[in-house]
């Protein structure tokens, strides 16, 4: 009955169009107050304020920051000049270079929206001009930066990594095979397609000319082997990491290519700050109803019931993976988390689903939600980087989208394709 009403209220207030970060809040205190009264509201406000103060979440508005000074600068313009010269002459080459490049600044940011602001910005004119269908430049950009919340660091994982109480390093470590095979299967759709349209091959950058764009490239790149090199190396751990990145971003974009100046910084602090409120407000109120949850035993009494049904390993992933889908749709990444993992993962390991591989598969089920409507924060970033309509953008990402989708289902039914790296790296 409790649940019940929790969740009515809380639907109730979507329905109205509250935002979900205060209908997570405002649900948990007026349920908790309709069967427990006053005093368990100081409970739930003690919680929110503990929930919060947590040490890996300070890695959120680092990696925040990090992709923000590298977006803003010329650091995605150069990754991107290097992606055109390896793969560049290639049938579907500059959208091969998009996605490639997203790869790389997936690698470096840790955001979804950031990469495709990034990458989106520099390459959806260029694709075009170069001859490419619009709805081939949109598809590419939009689902290309949903890597961001796959490819090692991921502020997704970090959420998931401090709720579920598991190391957010081997999450890390995890995510990297998964993200590059989603990586790969959207370069060969991206080849294939470009064949059928009727693009040649070209002739190759020089190996002279690759050289002069990976030194341009270089401060850039280097990004990637501090961050996942510290981590992995025993030099600093992953929230370390996080301000380590913030600061190397800020360094080579005021004194290496020197194309942020002193007085852009309050810009980019202002907006990084902005969206590291959003997202910890969130967390806050989410975290919250999950206490609440887990109070009032609800997480222990639907693994009872799911194990009274009968159902086994396979059939559990396929309702997890309609249910996350069907999230998606509505809500945020950080919300569908801090909700859905206290009353899933209990089940989860109860089937002898490994944690860390749970990660994963719920991570790329917030890839997917990223690109569908009416929620999917992806579409309105390339929406409005490109000016088209949304309409246009849902039809653009379908076949993309299919490739994320096939590429959930091998990830979710072969657990090796996760957990073979970060078992062989930090054991079991």
């Known amino acids: 009955m409790i649940a019940a009403v929790l969740f009515g209220i809380f639907f109730l207030f979507m329905f109205l169009s509250v935002p979900v970060s205060v209908a997570l809040g405002a649900s948990t205190f007026i349920t908790s107050y309709m069967y427990e009264g006053n005093d368990s509201l100081i409970d739930l406000t003690s919680a929110l304020f503990s929930k919060i103060d947590n040490y890996a979440l300070m890695a959120i508005p680092m990696f925040i920051l990090a992709g923000n000074l590298l977006s803003k600068g010329s650091s995605a313009k150069r990754i991107v000049e290097f992606a055109k010269a390896f793969v560049g002459h290639l049938p579907g080459g500059l959208p091969i270079s998009a996605i490639l490049a997203s790869i790389v600044f997936a690698a470096v940011s840790g955001s979804s929206p950031a990469t495709v602001v990034a990458i989106g910005s520099i390459m959806f004119g260029a694709i075009t ?25 991921s502020i997704v994982m970090i959420v998931y990594g401090v709720t579920a109480e598991v190391s957010i390093g081997k999450l890390f470590i995890a995510g990297i095979i998964p993200g590059l095979l989603i ?26 000319f690759r050289w002069a764009k990976f030194k341009e490239a270089f401060w850039a790149l280097m990004t990637i082997i501090i961050i996942i090199g510290g981590i992995y190396g025993g030099v600093f751990t992953p929230t370390e990491a996080a301000a380590v990145s ?3 971003a800020l360094f080579i974009a005021l004194f290496i290519y020197k194309d942020i100046s002193f007085a852009d910084l309050k810009d980019v602090f202002l907006e990084s700050a902005k969206t590291s409120a959003m997202i910890l407000f969130i967390i806050a109120n989410a975290s919250v109803f999950a206490y609440f949850l887990t109070l009032e035993n609800i997480p222990q009494d639907l693994a009872s019931m799911v194990t009274d049904m009968g159902l086994n390993k396979i059939m559990f992933l396929v309702v997890v993976n309609i249910l996350l889908l069907i999230a998606g749709n509505f809500m945020e990444p950080s919300s569908i988390i801090m909700i859905m993992v206290p009353l899933l993962l209990p089940i989860a390991k109860l089937l002898g689903i490994d944690p860390i591989h749970f990660g994963v598969i719920l991570t790329i089920n917030m890839e997917l939600g990223m690109l569908t409507p009416p929620v999917g924060l992806n579409l309105f970033v390339a929406s409005g980087i490109t000016g088209s309509s949304i309409k246009e953008v849902v039809k653009s990402v379908i076949p993309w989208f299919m490739v994320i989708f096939v590429g959930l289902l091998m990830i979710t039914y072969i657990p090796a394709i996760s957990l073979w790296l970060p078992n062989m790296m930090m054991g079991n």
């Not at 490419?132 to 430049?137: D, E, H, Q, S």
């Not at 470009?194 to 002739?203: D, H, I, Q, V």
């Open 246 to 248: 913030a600061i190397w």
């Open 129 to 153: 001009s170069a001859g490419y269908p619009k709805k081939y430049a949109l598809g590419t950009i939009t689902t290309a930066g949903s890597l961001g919340i796959l490819i090692p660091p």
């Open 183 to 208: 990586g790969f299967m959207l370069i060969a759709i991206t080849y294939i397609g470009a064949k059928r349209l009727g693009f040649k091959r070209t002739t190759p950058a020089n190996w002279c």
